[in-house]
Nanobody, 126 residues
Framework: QVQLVESGGGSVQTGGSLRLSCAAS???????????MGWFRQAPGKEREGVAS???????SYADSVKGRFTISKDTGKRTLYLQMNSLKPEDTAIYFC?????????????????WGQGTQVTVSS
């Protein structure tokens, strides 16, 4: 049974940094290496949106709003996905979710993912 558990959220001031982690269980090394993985976020009253994704081939994709500030990476040996968030802004405030999808390239489409974590809160104050 696949399980995704996020951690690393918290409260920071504008311009600060956070590193989110997503620990996966229930995958073999080969299965995890082939997964499309992504980070999504949902702010109060807004739709869930794709933030960053990494495909089985290592390609990455970012939302325009976070390009140059956020970096997605994964450690297959540790079955862990990361999101390094720098230069945080108040508009980055949201619950951040980790997701795993079927084999494929990076994608920010929610429909491409079939396993989700419970989320971790990120709050950026001005």
């Amino acid at each position: 049974q696949v399980q995704l558990v996020e951690s690393g959220g918290g409260s920071v001031q504008t311009g600060g940094s956070l590193r989110l982690s997503c620990a996966a269980s229930g995958y073999t090394y080969i299965d995890y290496s082939g997964q499309r993985m992504g980070w999504f976020r949902q702010a109060p009253g807004k739709e869930r949106e794709g933030v960053a994704s990494i495909g089985r081939d290592g390609t990455t994709s970012y939302a325009d709003s976070v390009k140059g500030r956020f970096t997605i990476s994964k450690d297959t040996g540790k079955r862990t996905l990361y999101l390094q968030m720098n230069s945080l802004k108040p508009e980055d405030t949201a619950i951040y979710f980790c997701a795993a999808g079927i084999f494929g390239r990076a994608s920010l489409l929610i429909s491409e993912y079939n396993s989700w974590g419970q989320g971790t809160q990120v709050t950026v104050s001005s």
